[in-house]
């Protein structure tokens, strides 16, 4: 098991930024990805953006222009620059890591921090 804690959320007015930050315990794990996830009330829990050991990002269509994704995964850290928010990007945002061990992948999530875009 590997602990993963968010910190970052809160409440921003329409058009604001918020910085989240991820970081994850040290273990036997080495990081293949991290990445952040969101579930609003009612909605099913979607790919933000994710990024890879390399370097390599990936953005829901919704984000892309006004969230940013960047790891520092020597320090088993990422974060998500988010501007331009808007009231539909209110939800629960979750980090989440693959982490492999040997041949073997594993998934690990961190308890996830609330994101409130209101006026």
């Known amino acids: 098991q590997v602990q993963l804690v968010e910190s970052g959320g809160g409440l921003v007015q329409p058009g604001g930024s918020l910085t989240l930050s991820c970081v994850a315990a040290r273990s036997k794990f080495v990081i293949d990805a991290m990445g952040w996830y969101r579930q609003a009330p009612g909605n099913q829990r979607e790919l933000v953006a994710k990024i890879n050991s390399r370097g390599r990002t990936n953005y829901t269509d919704s984000v892309k222009g006004r969230f940013t994704i960047s790891g520092v995964f020597a320090k088993n850290t990422v974060y998500l620059q988010m501007n331009s928010l808007q009231v539909e990007d209110t939800a629960v945002y979750y980090c989440?890591?693959?982490?492999?061990?040997?041949?073997?992948?594993?998934?690990?999530w961190g308890q996830g921090t609330q994101v409130t875009v209101s006026a």
């Open positions: 989440s890591g693959d982490f492999r061990w040997g041949k073997r992948v594993t998934e690990f």
